[in-house]
């Protein structure tokens, strides 16, 4: 393994400020379920800007991308950036490669067992054993990422093409599925608009992921058989998500390395520009559909696309101008992403309930009926975010 040339920056505080403020956005995004505006903007049917927000802060059906799509595959790609950091900090420390290689092997199994506890709700009578958030589907990919650490860009590209490249063999040269196929059986309804011509091999519930989970999650033990996911989202997204967490560690390693301030903003705009051309081009061009969902190839490049600009944005203003007073709030959840993940994913229902109770059964309603949703989601994230803000200033920060 080749040594890293530390930049200036890093040679302060060890920590990118833009990356912990991008990280903080995603993870308030998240923990304020897109501040309620898909909800509140349900109430102004007749809006065009009701109808954007509520375009923009929901997942699209199958094809496509709106701005709620993006948010897992930022903080993905953010993984990817924070490996070099994090591993090059226990490098210097003097942690051998093999205490390194244990670490990252727990911290695998960890994010797959706590994504495996998030999954299964309180009505569920046994674990839920599935698959696809976001912590099971990084931490399946984690220990192959961090094999990838510190190779030459070379071998990090040549993985890259290959996850990518197999990947959309695998769905290309599979047969699609017959004209009398029954999809109401896995979940897709008759109106659901369905893929034709070649794109129809990354068919909701009709495509090969689909036919692995219906091996691979009936080997768990299930109060029913398992027969579809009904977003469908699939357990093998990992593979080609590994993709955008190799682009996010490439990024880290290109941050890190002796170069301008300048040069390194305009290096993360190029790679963005890059890759939203060579997302938008497969799928422009027939060759893949864009589809969040079972993470196409096309997909992996489009989405890092607009995750590289993100975070040019907060590396240029933060990083690059200095300007970072204004993303302190964002710091703040940023370094407890994880604690700010669990709460959001499980105390939600609780907390909303629990200021009715204190305030009265009419709080979310104090800017009138149909703004409920908004206030209430963003009442919440308040919560949320004063217990991350104790929990930095008691210099507490919860990592894996």
Not at 118 to 143: A, R
Not at 144 to 155: A, I, M, V
Not at 203 to 215: C, E, M, V
Not at 344 to 362: E, V
Request: charged share 10%.
């Amino acid at each position: 393994m080749s040594a890293t040339t530390l930049s200036p920056l890093d040679r302060t505080d060890g920590r990118l400020g833009s990356l912990d403020a991008y990280r903080g956005f995603v993870m308030i995004c998240l923990a304020a379920n897109g501040f309620g505006m898909a909800a509140t903007a349900k109430n102004f049917p007749a809006g065009s800007l009701s109808q954007f927000l509520k375009y923009q802060f929901d997942h699209v059906p199958w094809v496509g991308c709106a701005f709620w799509d993006l948010i897992q595959p930022s903080f993905m790609f953010m993984v990817g950036v924070a490996l070099p950091y994090s591993y090059a900090k226990r490098q210097a420390s003097g942690e051998t490669l093999g205490a390194m290689c244990r670490h990252a092997a727990v911290r695998s199994l960890v994010l797959i067992l706590l994504g495996l506890f998030l999954s299964t709700g309180v009505k569920d009578t046994m674990t839920n054993f599935t698959f696809v958030n976001v912590l099971t589907q990084i931490g399946l990919g984690y220990v192959f990422l961090f094999l990838l650490w510190e190779r030459s860009l070379g071998t990090q590209l040549s993985a890259l093409i290959a996850i990518l490249i197999g990947y959309w063999a695998w769905f290309a040269l599979t047969p699609v599925v017959g004209p009398d196929f029954d999809f109401e059986k896995v979940g897709v309804p008759q109106d659901f608009s369905r893929l034709t011509g070649f794109a129809a091999h990354w068919q909701k519930n009709a495509n090969p992921a689909a036919t692995f989970d219906l091996w691979f999650l009936n080997l768990f033990p299930r109060s029913t058989p398992f027969t579809f996911n009904a977003g469908g989202y699939q357990t093998l997204n990992f593979i080609p998500s590994l993709g955008t967490m190799l682009l996010g560690l490439m990024t880290g390693e290109f941050i890190r390395r002796e170069r301008s301030r300048r040069e390194t903003f305009i290096g993360l705009v190029v790679a963005g520009v890059t890759c939203l051309a060579l997302g938008w081009g497969a799928a422009h061009f027939g060759l893949c559909p864009l589809v969040k969902r079972i993470w196409t190839p096309s997909w992996t490049l489009f989405s890092t696309g607009w995750t590289l600009l993100m975070l040019a944005t907060f590396y240029g203003v933060i990083d690059g101008l200095g300007v970072k007073a204004w993303a302190w709030p964002l710091k703040v959840a940023g370094m407890n992403s994880i604690a700010l993940y669990v709460m959001s994913q499980l105390l939600k229902g609780w907390t909303g309930d629990a200021l009715q109770r204190h305030f009265g059964a009419g709080l979310f309603n104090l800017l009138g009926e149909n703004y409920a949703p908004l206030l209430k989601a963003n009442l919440i994230l308040l919560c949320f975010w004063l217990f991350v803000w104790w929990l930095y200033r008691q210099k507490i920060f919860f990592r894996l």
